[in-house]
Nanobody, 119 residues
Framework: QVQLVESGGGLVQAGGSLRLSCAAS????????MSWFRQAPGKEHEFVAA????????NYADSVKGRFTISRDFAKAMVYLQMNTLKPEDTAVYYC????????????WGQGTQVTVSS
């Protein structure tokens, strides 16, 4: 199992920035990819961004492309989400998730961190 702990959420005005962090521990050698998802009230989980653990290749949802940047520190087993030009519709609980090598599903999830963007 991989334990994930997010931090960095908070309240910010529209147009502002936040940086989320996710600390991974445990079986980090099993990780193939790390992603950020979010869930707004009354809505389903939404994919935000992903990064391949070994290569650093990234992928983004269209709604955040050009505004958000996912990165990782392989040595520290950390994943980051730099969020710029935030919009009220970015308000959600943001979750970090890990996908293991050889698997298709994200099996390990953090507890989430709240991001609130005021207009």
């Amino acid at each position: 199992q991989v334990q994930l702990v997010e931090s960095g959420g908070g309240l910010v005005q529209a147009g502002g920035s936040l940086r989320l962090s996710c600390a991974a521990s445990g079986r980090t050698f099993s990780i193939a990819a790390m992603s950020w998802f979010r869930q707004a009230p009354g809505k389903e989980h939404e994919f935000v961004a992903a990064i391949a653990w070994s290569t650093g290749f990234t992928n983004y949802a269209d709604s955040v492309k050009g505004r958000f940047t996912i990165s990782r520190d392989f040595a520290k087993a950390m994943v980051y989400l730099q969020m710029n030009t935030l919009k009220p519709e970015d308000t959600a609980v943001y979750y970090c998730a890990a996908r293991w090598r050889g698997e298709d599903e994200y099996r390990d999830w953090g507890q989430g961190t709240q991001v609130t963007v005021s207009s």
